[in-house]
Structure formats: structure tokens, C-alpha cells
């Protein structure tokens, strides 16, 4: 049985974790990194994490947030890693380990483990909507990752819910990301009450207390997501729709206005199949491990 060794990019820690084809973790490294981070440094730590894992796998996939370029394996910039610029990730990981490689957005890696390992996985076709500090998204249709040019499509996050709405972190006002994501349930709840929260437990706690502003917040936030999943529902026709990511924790405040709003607004024919819930929220790891079982079958 093949083995492949996922490598999860974020802004405190590089995770990397040597799986089987059914998923499981057989053994994993964690390594913290620093703030003043470079290019070198960066790759040095890189290495070293993934090093006493190489001898196993047959594969690394990589999956860090972006943008990046999947094609020339590019990590082009970081918000959470700011000294890293053009970062030749994949060739340097291929000449350190020779070892194939693949690198992609890290909703498009959420994406592909959920589809081979997740609650759907027997569905044909899954769109993927990863509900954290933003918004990501992935679409995969038989195995197969859709990931877009350079490996930036199904960025859900930043369709627009309100034309000249709230300001985004991308820079345009509107985006769904806005107002349904750790950053703008946040952002929203100051806006109205000059209070600051520090994270998505707070202000769900204050939803599970009657908060009635965080409940408008939630409400509003939910409708607009519900939105941005039609439109991409009608785009894409999948067969399931699977919510990852942190807040998923408090679906039960949310889900059922969501699958609601979602099945009400899209064409009903579309209903005889689709199926719609909250995923598994596999490790980031085995969703870039994935990456490496999806090339070896496809």
C-alpha cells in the first residue's frame, strides 16, 4: 500500500504527516516558525520537518494559503509569513528529497481530502467551502481537483453578497468573506457595539446567549453565504456541498438557516440530488496528502 507525506503550511507551524491510502496517520512532525522569517530560513525549517518522514512516502503534497502558483510551484507571498516572496517551494523540496511533489491552495487540499476521505465521499462530485478566518473553497468532480489558473480558482470567499458592502481583506468591498468568517463576524460586531472580540468562540458564545446584535450578525452572514453557494450551486451543479473549517463547530447555529436558504433559491430540480452538510474537518495534512494519492490513481 502507497504512502504519501502531507505537509500543512500555516502561519505558527509547518505540520508534516506520513498517511496511508485509507487516511490514516502513521507518523508526523510539528515544527514552529519563527516571525522573522526568509526565504532560506524558511525552507530550512521546511526540510527539517518533513526529512525524517522522507525514506516512507512516495510522494509530498504541500498545501499552504496563497496566492501561490501550482504550476512552477511558487509560494508568491504570505499575509501570516510576511519575509517570504517567490519562494520556489516545489523545486527545492524535489531536489532536497527526490521525491514528486504537489503544491496547492490549502482549501483546494481541505477540498480534495474531504472528497477521497470525507462524510461525501461517495458522492461524484463535491464543492467544498472551508469556514475559518476567511472564506476558501474547492470543487472536485471524480477525484479529480479543479484548482483554476495557476492553482487560485474557487476563491467563494471573495464573490461579492453586497455591492459596496463592508471592506474586504482583499481590498473590494462586498465579499461574502466579509460577513461570514471569524474576520468579519469580528469586524461586524465592533462595527455596531464598539466592542472587541478576540475569536469565532466569543462571538458564537454571545449567539448562544441571545446576543441579539450577534444574532442580526449571524443571520445576515448566513443569508449572504447561502447566496455565494447558489450562485457557485448553478455554476458547478455538484452533487454535495460540505462545509469544513473551525466554525463548523457551531453549525448547529447556523446549518439548518443555511440548507434552507440554499435549497429554497436554486433551481428545484437541482434538489433531487444535491446533498448539503457539514464535512468531516480532516487535518490539513491529509488534505495535502491527498494530493499525492489523487496524482498516483488519476
Known sequence: MGK????????????ASLFDESGKELN?????????????????????????????????????????????????????????????????????????????????????????????????????????????????QRGVLFSGYLGNGIEIGHTTSVIGGAICGCGVRGCVESYFSTRGFLRRYSEKTNTHLNNAEEFFQLVRNKDQIAEEILHFGT?????????????LNPEAVVFVGGITKSYDLFGKTLESEIRSTIFPVLNDRLKIGAGGNLSGALGAASLVFSKEKV
Open 4 to 15: 504519501a507525506i502531507g505537509v500543512d503550511i500555516g502561519g505558527g507551524s509547518i505540520r
Open 28 to 140: 508526523s512532525k510539528l515544527s514552529p516558525t519563527p516571525e522573522d522569517l526568509n526565504n532560506d530560513k524558511f525552507l530550512k525549517i521546511l526540510k527539517d520537518t518533513i526529512r525524517p518522514l522522507a525514506s516512507e512516502g512516495q510522494g509530498i503534497g504541500v498545501g499552504s494559503p496563497g496566492p501561490l502558483d501550482n504550476e512552477n510551484g511558487l509560494l508568491l507571498s504570505s499575509a501570516n509569513m510576511k519575509g517570504l516572496k517567490n519562494l520556489p517551494l516545489k523545486e527545492e523540496l524535489k531536489k532536497e528529497f527526490s521525491l514528486p511533489v504537489w503544491y496547492e491552495n490549502d482549501a483546494n487540499c481541505a477540498a480534495l481530502g474531504e472528497a477521497y476521505f470525507g462524510l461525501y465521499k461517495d458522492t461524484e462530485s463535491q464543492l467544498i467551502l472551508t469556514l475559518g478566518t476567511g472564506v476558501g473553497g474547492g470543487f472536485v
Open 223 to 235: 443569508l449572504a453565504l447561502a447566496h455565494a453557494v447558489r450562485g457557485a450551486v448553478h455554476l
